[in-house]
């Protein structure tokens, strides 16, 4: 017997999602995804029926192109792709999710989706706008949040440095920094409308064009002293100049290697890793998965934030599922400021 059976008016009967057409060599295109026109799947006992109104985008995908072992599996070709979303309950047999409720799940990239209740978790919107769950209130502010706190703490007085900054995590981290005590924050990020948005919108103190020039003698300006604390969504010359300037027992987060994701050869480490050898460096990566324990202190502190104000956030919006690729490999190209998000309508 169903526990709780109920439907929104008018409901869809198609919906469409967006599968991995080819896997790609080196930078993907368009090409590699496909459009698909589904019929709206229906809930059973236990499952709910989410209309999909926001979807994420995130670099990691990249690499689940790919057919290689991972912490997460890699897509299949022809199947539809999926990753964070945020959507309304539109059919519910689970009494534990009605319908109305703003969820957030795991089957993005597709209108509707079909999951087991307890893999979604219900959102309050009153606390902040959904599609801030796929960002600062996401995995995206909390891998900001876990890397600064327990992968390469910040203490009172450090120079921190941030690549990848006017992006999602890199945003949020620049802030979270000086929070937890930073005495100078730099950011890294590509041209200088960026660059200028580190400084003007994002707090950071210093800002490294890394399109401008070296990010090495960049640094080296910027941090006349060394650095403290880096955290790395790059790697390659990033990791490379912040190694050289890393105090005596400074910490690196790495959280992630971009410059490196459409490498089609193998990419060389740093050159000059002795130098964490000598100066007691710590490098440590990190899975956000791992620190979803986190997540309620976290909340707890970015939403009253989010707010007030103090916590200054920016997303770039793409709109419509059909839109999705190019949202990515824009996102991957650098095309968005803050967290880049796809707009679903989700009224069909
Ligand atoms: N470990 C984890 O659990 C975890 C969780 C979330 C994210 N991450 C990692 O964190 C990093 C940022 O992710 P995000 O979601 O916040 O994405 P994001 O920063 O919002 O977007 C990616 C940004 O990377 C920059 N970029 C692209 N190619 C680059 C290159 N060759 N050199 C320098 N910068 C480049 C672009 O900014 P510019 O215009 O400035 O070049 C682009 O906007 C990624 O490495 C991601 O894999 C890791």
Do not use: C
């Amino acid at each position: 017997m169903s526990t709780t059976s109920t439907t929104s008016t008018a409901a869809a009967t198609v919906s469409r999602e967006i599968r991995l057409a080819a896997r790609p060599v080196g930078e993907p295109s368009t090409r590699h995804f496909d459009l698909a026109t589904v019929a709206v799947p229906e809930p059973g006992e236990g499952q709910i029926l989410v209309r999909n109104t926001w979807m994420s985008v995130d670099p990691y995908m990249r690499g689940r192109m790919d057919d290689v072992p991972s912490y997460i599996p890699p897509f299949e070709v022809g199947g539809a792709l999926d990753g964070g979303a945020i959507g309304e309950v539109i059919a519910s047999r689970a009494a534990s999710v009605p319908v109305g409720s703003t969820v957030s799940h795991f089957l993005g990239w597709r209108e509707h989706a079909v999951l087991d209740a307890a893999a979604a978790t219900v959102v309050d919107t009153a606390l902040a706008p959904a599609p801030a769950y796929l960002g600062p209130l996401g995995t995206t502010g909390l891998t900001a949040y876990a890397a600064l706190t327990r992968t390469a703490p910040v203490r009172e007085g450090d120079v921190v440095f941030v690549s990848a900054a006017a992006g999602a995590v890199g945003s949020v981290a620049g802030q979270v920094a000086r929070w937890l005590g930073a005495s100078r924050v730099i950011g890294s990020a590509g041209g200088p409308r960026k660059t200028a948005k580190l400084l003007d919108a994002f707090g950071f103190d210093a800002a490294v064009d890394y399109r401008q020039g070296g990010v090495g003698e960049q640094l080296a300006q910027a941090a006349p002293d060394g650095v403290d604390v880096y955290l790395d969504a790059v790697g390659g010359d990033h990791l490379r100049a912040a190694i050289q300037a890393m105090r005596p027992g400074g910490r690196i987060a790495m959280v992630g290697a971009i410059s490196g994701y459409n490498a089609t050869d193998p990419v060389p480490g740093p050159d000059n890793l002795y130098r964490a050898a000598f100066r007691e460096v710590t490098l440590r990566g990190m899975l956000v998965t791992s620190h979803f324990d986190l997540f309620p202190e976290w909340i707890g502190t970015a939403a009253g934030r989010l707010a007030d104000g103090t916590l200054h956030t920016e997303q770039t919006v793409v709109e419509g599922l059909e839109n999705a690729p190019e949202a990515f490999l824009a996102m991957m190209r650098g095309a968005n400021t803050g967290k880049m998000l796809v707009r679903l309508d989700g009224r069909r």
